[in-house]
């Protein structure tokens, strides 16, 4: 089926660990985005791709590492967790004046 | 950067009444204006959309109005119902990165 998955669904991990959410999307989408969703913070941007090898920063990228060596693939990456980096991720994927799909988050606590 | 503003953060509404949710956004580049539902545990869905071109449209209970010279898009919903509860999100569409509001919290009460 055509989609958009992320995983692992539930993530908990210790501060200084790297943890790395995946992204996969079935319909070779150009776009594909990181949000992280935090109370009172709505959807924040991390990073986004508008092709394969092309990656770019978003509002809140600090700690956070992506790569897109496949079109279907956008991987995220905590380098070193944090604490301040518990939150739910979402991932999406879109082209040009369509809308986003969303993945169904991947909900990561740092200890 | 594209900036995004939601009106209100919260809005409760009994069941059968209508509820408004305003957008601003500040990038005159914009051309496509949806909005979204989040359900508990799930990602944002699109429930509706419109372009540049049009000033509002229609899906049933569901309408979003577009005022491009004033720079805002409404999402208005019609004899509410229970599981219109949810958190609802604009995302303006134009030449900068994908910008949302901060989504409101829509309380349907029977």
């Known amino acids: 089926d055509a989609g958009i998955t992320q995983s692992p669904r539930y993530k908990i991990t210790e501060t200084g660990r790297q943890v790395t959410l995946m992204c996969h999307q079935t319909?070779?989408?150009?776009?594909m985005f990181w949000y992280r969703q935090d109370l009172g913070h709505g959807l924040r941007l991390i990073y986004y791709?508008?092709?394969?090898?092309?990656?770019d920063k978003g509002e809140v990228p600090d700690g956070y590492v992506v790569s897109r060596s496949k079109t279907e693939n956008f991987p995220l990456t905590l380098e070193s967790a944090t604490r301040s980096q518990t939150s739910v991720y979402f991932c999406?994927?879109?082209?040009?004046?369509?809308?986003?799909?969303f993945g169904n988050g991947t909900r990561l606590t740092v200890t | 950067g594209e900036n995004v503003e939601q009106h209100p953060s919260t809005l409760s509404v009994q069941e059968g009444d209508s509820a408004v949710i305003k957008c601003t956004y500040s990038?005159?580049?914009?051309?496509?204006f949806p909005w979204y539902k989040q359900e508990l545990g799930k990602g944002p869905q699109l429930i509706i959309d419109i372009r540049s071109n049009v000033g509002e449209k229609k899906d049933q209970r569901i309408a979003v109005t577009l005022n491009k010279t004033a720079k805002h898009f409404s999402l208005h919903i019609t004899e509410t119902q229970p599981e219109d509860s949810a958190v609802y999100f604009c995302g303006p569409q134009g030449n900068t990165p994908l910008v949302f509001g901060k989504g409101t919290r829509l309380s349907v009460i029977a």
């Open positions: 990038d005159s580049a914009s051309n496509y």
């Open positions: 999406a994927s879109t082209e040009v004046g369509s809308p986003l799909h």
């Open positions: 319909w070779s989408h150009s776009y």
């Open positions: 791709s508008a092709a394969a090898d092309i990656t």
